[in-house]
């Protein structure tokens, strides 16, 4: 029987043996400008603009193939017009809930082929998501940093790492800090945590002051019921009005909620910390569609993210839910990959 590629990394979560150390010098990898950053994982230091190996020209769901467009670009460092280009230190990485409804070792290997300079482990009911040891083995097998945990405060979360808030940010406090993830990103409280919600702004304080984790607080969206909008969370769907230290800012998030994520972002200013990049039409549910699909202004905020030398993260979290083939997930999350190592860039202006 042929083992599929899930089934391996199944078998690395598992304590598999290590595969190759480093994937540095790949076929279209830029360098990155100087900046002051975290430094990357294994074998991924001054990756900028790396799409991965061309692989063919052909074209996908009638769009040109993003791997043909990598290999067309313009060479390293310089624009399109021989003017030198600054790309900040600001890693780009995938969510594992990009992949979904495969796994989080599927992530891993897709993270690792296509270029992305880690991951952000969305912690959930994939039971290898949950597990410390086992994220270790796959971020050692593929040489994939693990940039952030997504703290499980979702819906469907609400038991994975037990059923209390406080536990479940502890836990991952516990284990982005041993697994050299920089950020946990955590959702405000939902409106019938009652307790929760009352000590969240000090509590989230109290936390970020024990540790070097940066616990990011992510922007969320009301819900609109004939005419109407409700908010699920307290004290709102938009944090920024709160003290916190960091912030993740979610531009599908902002297309549901109607809101000016350009404005959001000035607004939080030096406390963004987190970037989830993806698009939005502004329908009343989340669609998380790759970027430049939409209407939000993604490749603005990207060029404004270099333009101010951000050194935090920017995490593709899209929805592939919908395609059939490996081919066609893998093709959208390398379409994702290429228009934000495109826009994350600044070059001079024309005089």
């Given at each position: 029987?042929?083992?599929?590629?899930?089934?391996?990394?199944?078998?690395?979560?598992?304590?598999?043996?290590?595969?190759?150390?480093?994937?540095?010098?790949?076929?279209?990898?830029?360098?990155?400008?100087?900046?002051?950053?975290?430094?990357?994982?294994?074998?991924?230091?001054?990756?900028?603009?790396?799409?991965?190996?061309?692989?063919?020209?052909?074209?996908?769901?009638?769009?040109?193939?993003?791997?043909?467009?990598?290999?067309?670009?313009?060479?390293?460092?310089?624009?399109?017009?021989?003017?030198?280009?600054?790309?900040?230190?600001?890693?780009?990485?995938?969510?594992?809930?990009?992949?979904?409804?495969?796994?989080?070792?599927?992530?891993?290997?897709?993270?690792?082929?296509?270029?992305?300079?880690?991951?952000?482990v969305m912690v959930w009911t994939d039971p290898v998501s949950q597990d410390p040891d086992a994220l270790r083995r796959l971020s050692d097998y593929h040489g994939?940093?693990?940039?952030?945990?997504?703290?499980?405060?979702?819906?469907?979360?609400?038991?994975v790492w037990g059923t209390e808030p406080w536990g479940k940010l502890q836990r991952a406090r516990a284990a982005a800090e041993r697994l050299g993830a920089g950020?946990?990103?955590?959702?405000?409280?939902?409106?019938?945590?009652?307790?929760?919600?009352?000590?969240?702004?000090?509590?989230?304080?109290?936390?970020?002051?024990?540790?070097?984790?940066?616990?990011?607080?992510?922007?969320?969206?009301?819900?609109?019921?004939?005419?109407?909008?409700?908010?699920?969370?307290a004290p709102d769907w938009d944090p920024t009005d709160e003290p916190h230290r960091h912030f993740t800012l979610d531009i599908s998030h902002t297309a549901v909620?109607?809101?000016?994520?350009?404005?959001?972002?000035?607004?939080?200013?030096?406390?963004?910390?987190?970037?989830?990049?993806?698009?939005?039409?502004?329908?009343?549910?989340?669609?998380?569609?790759?970027?430049?699909?939409?209407?939000?202004?993604?490749?603005?905020?990207?060029?404004?993210?270099?333009?101010?030398?951000?050194?935090?993260?920017?995490?593709?979290?899209?929805?592939?839910?919908?395609?059939?083939?490996?081919?066609?997930?893998?093709?959208?999350?390398?379409?994702?990959?290429?228009?934000?190592?495109?826009?994350?860039?600044?070059?001079?202006?024309?005089?």
């Amino acid at each position: 029987m042929t083992t599929s590629p899930a089934s391996r990394d199944g078998a690395a979560a598992g304590g598999g043996a290590a595969g190759p150390a480093g994937r540095a010098g790949r076929p279209g990898q830029l360098s990155r400008g100087s900046g002051t950053g975290a430094a990357a994982g294994p074998g991924r230091a001054g990756r900028a603009a790396q799409v991965g190996p061309p692989r063919g020209t052909g074209t996908a769901n009638g769009r040109p193939s993003a791997r043909a467009a990598a290999a067309a670009a313009k060479p390293a460092g310089e624009s399109a017009l021989g003017r030198p280009v600054t790309v900040p230190a600001a890693r780009v990485g995938l969510s594992t809930a990009s992949v979904y409804p495969e796994s989080t070792a599927v992530a891993f290997e897709l993270a690792a082929r296509l270029g992305y300079d880690g991951v952000e482990v969305m912690v959930w009911t994939d039971p290898v998501s949950q597990d410390p040891d086992a994220l270790r083995r796959l971020s050692d097998y593929h040489g994939v940093p693990i940039l952030a945990l997504h703290a499980p405060c979702l819906v469907i979360t609400q038991r994975v790492w037990g059923t209390e808030p406080w536990g479940k940010l502890q836990r991952a406090r516990a284990a982005a800090e041993r697994l050299g993830a920089g950020t946990v990103v955590v959702h405000p409280p939902f409106r019938w945590q009652r307790d929760y919600a009352r000590t969240f702004r000090t509590g989230i304080d109290r936390l970020a002051g024990e540790t070097d984790v940066r616990f990011a607080v992510e922007n969320m969206f009301p819900l609109r019921v004939r005419g109407r909008e409700v908010s699920a969370y307290a004290p709102d769907w938009d944090p920024t009005d709160e003290p916190h230290r960091h912030f993740t800012l979610d531009i599908s998030h902002t297309a549901v909620a109607r809101a000016d994520p350009l404005a959001l972002m000035d607004k939080i200013g030096g406390r963004l910390a987190h970037v989830h990049i993806a698009d939005g039409t502004g329908l009343a549910k989340d669609e998380h569609l790759v970027p430049g699909r939409g209407s939000q202004p993604c490749g603005e905020l990207l060029g404004r993210l270099a333009e101010r030398a951000f050194t935090g993260t920017v995490i593709v979290e899209v929805n592939t839910r919908r395609v059939i083939t490996r081919p066609e997930r893998e093709n959208d999350l390398a379409e994702a990959l290429a228009f934000t190592r495109l826009h994350l860039a600044t070059a001079p202006a024309l005089t």
